[in-house]
């Protein structure tokens, strides 16, 4: 009896950790989708000097809900750009989810309402402050496409 017992939990610990290799590739697969190569790169830098942070970063915003049913990734990129415009102190996150938005179909348009949208909430400095590192990205995706 004893022996089955360690044989259901060494399988239930083995199912758990292909469950975790699975999470953390799917979290790797779409933060690639959205963010390309560069994404990975900067979170693999992270896992150099943190790693068990750069594994939650993949596995759960990227794994655990950008990668479920209910919203497409472009409502899921409008929604996290206007949180993070909204809450002011994520400019470098902002800059990422800008450029991610237009790589997955959001207009630079779609993206300048997105951010005005939130000076009724999040009040004019965030939006002036959003609006500001919009302008960065588009600059710097230009500046990319003229070099090509």
């Known amino acids: 009896m004893l022996h089955q ?15 975790k290799e699975q999470r953390y590739q799917r979290g790797r697969k779409m933060l690639h989708t959205l963010h390309g190569q560069h994404g990975l790169d900067i979170v693999d830098g992270l896992g ?18 950008y990668d479920r049913p209910a919203l497409d990734l472009r409502s899921r990129q409008i929604a996290t750009i206007s949180a993070l415009a ?30 005005m949208q939130i000076a009724v909430y999040a009040g004019f400095p965030a939006a002036m402050n959003g609006l500001a590192t919009a302008r960065a990205v588009f600059a710097r995706l230009d500046e990319e496409a003229a070099k090509v």
């Open 86 to 115: 909204a809450m002011g102190n994520a400019l470098p996150q902002l800059d990422a989810h800008i450029a991610a938005g237009l790589h997955i179909g959001l207009t630079r348009q779609e993206i300048i309402e997105i951010i």
């Open 48 to 65: 150099a000097f943190a790693p068990d942070f750069a594994r939650m970063i993949y596995e759960f915003p990227f794994a655990d809900i």
């Open 5 to 19: 017992i360690s044989d259901a939990q060494e399988l239930m610990a083995m199912t758990h950790q292909d469950d």
